[in-house]
């Protein structure tokens, strides 16, 4: 009997030992890059999709498979320094969730495997670039400056926006513009890096080879934090939705939009409206036709974190023209019989709005619009089935001319909202 206990302890000792041997940390690393002032993770962005689809296949075999076990994951969220300070700290911390948000779907993550860093403003990234990019304007005198900037804040000396300001006049502003087209890309990223550890598994571990390499598709993380820049053209942006007014809708007036997404928080808008009813006996018209042009600001926070969402403010030109008449007096806007060119009525103002997200592709986007409606009108009666005519007069208002409560569709690359109610 005690020849197997001594068998089992000297068992369980060995076994012990070799978990010990073959217990191997090693780590897998990506770099996730997002457009400038969005934190909204775009998978179309260079090789973010392959990036990862790499990193989930990894955590999808951690869980599956106890030879690795994953041990930690850090995020390291930064931002290209010519953004405000609070707003490079607030775009740091959105991009780290966004990753932390997109890696929950591929199993549970407990907090206690979680790192998160902030970078802010990454000028110890920025002067790596410069240090490895010989095309630089006044590359060693750029390199002294930012390096400056650096031994301030490493002295405890407050950072503060004005280091942009004098960066940007550095030279005549020729190292800025170089590395804001060149280099600045590189910065607005986040460094997603996870921990694994390997132990032998008898029952799922291929026959042991301690000088083979690791597999798994896993590799290990000897790049800096900003290796050099890679001149990869980043595909353009699209954002675009088509709408359609649900008042217009109550009015028995078929219509649609579209709006399409210009950059520097600037869109356009257009709709257009087609009625043409009859009832006979009565004469009972209902005909409508026209449209309306807008150029429109967005404002705010959720403006900046998605394009097409959140307040927008605006100016608009409307043309229509129309034919109402219900048994009674008729009006006809414009010239009967002509077309919307001839003397149509139409109207100009200023408009305010939000666009609030309620699915993954849909906003609800409300509008009212003041301005100023002016044209001519034709007075009728229906006598005999004729028409006839009874005053010309000119229409001149101010005051509401337009309203909107219209369901968007999100049609682009990255043009969606990341859960219902717009929180992502």
Not at 33 to 52: K, P, V
């Amino acid at each position: 009997m005690g020849y197997k206990r001594l068998y089992v302890i000297l068992c369980l000792l060995s076994l012990a030992t070799w978990n010990q041997v073959l217990a191997q940390e090693t780590r897998d690393s990506v770099k996730i890059y997002f457009r400038q002032a969005y934190s909204t993770l775009d998978l179309s962005i260079r090789n973010n999709r392959e990036a990862l689809d790499r990193i989930a296949d990894s955590l999808e075999g951690s869980y599956a498979d106890s030879i690795y076990q994953l041990k930690k994951i850090h995020v390291i969220g930064g931002a290209s320094p010519e953004g405000s300070i609070p707003l490079n700290i607030r775009l740091s911390e959105k991009r780290a969730a966004r990753l932390f948000d997109y890696l929950s779907k591929y199993g549970s993550l407990p907090d206690s495997l979680k790192i998160v860093s902030h970078l802010g403003r990454d000028w110890q990234g920025l002067l790596r670039l410069v240090e490895a990019d010989p095309k630089v304007p006044y590359r060693e005198e750029t390199i002294e400056f930012i390096q400056d900037i650096l031994a301030r804040c490493a002295e405890g000396e407050r950072e503060i926006d004005n280091n942009v300001g004098r960066l940007s006049r550095f030279k005549g502003g020729e190292p800025y513009r170089y590395m804001y087209h060149n280099l600045f890309p590189e910065l607005r990223a986040s460094r997603l890096i996870l921990w694994y550890e390997r132990i032998w598994n008898p029952l799922k571990s291929q026959p042991l080879q301690i000088s083979a390499p690791l597999s798994l598709g896993l590799e290990v993380e000897s790049a800096p934090l900003c290796p050099a820049p890679v001149q990869i053209k980043p595909q353009k942006p699209f954002y675009m939705g088509i709408k359609n007014n649900m008042l217009y809708d109550l009015a028995l007036v078929p219509n649609l939009g579209v709006e399409f997404y210009l950059g520097a928080h600037l869109s356009v808008a257009t709709n257009w409206m087609y009625a043409w009813w009859k009832h006979s006996t009565s004469d009972w018209f209902w005909r409508i036709y026209g449209g309306d042009i807008a150029l429109r600001g967005w404002m705010g926070r959720k403006a900046k974190e998605k394009p097409l969402t959140g307040h927008h403010l605006g100016i608009y030109l409307q043309t229509l023209t129309y034919d109402f008449e219900v048994g009674g007096r008729g009006y006809i806007g414009g010239v009967p019989g002509g077309d919307i060119f001839d003397k149509a009525n139409c109207a100009a103002g200023i408009e305010y709005g939000y666009s609030l997200p309620i699915g993954r592709r849909l906003n609800l986007d409300f509008t009212i619009g003041v301005g100023y409606l002016w044209g001519t009108y034709y007075e009728y009666l229906p006598i005999d089935d004729c028409y006839v005519w009874q005053a010309t007069k000119k229409r001149q208002f101010f005051g509401p001319t337009k309203a909107e409560v219209s369901l968007v569709w999100l049609i682009g690359r990255g043009n969606v909202n990341r859960e219902k109610g717009g929180r992502r």
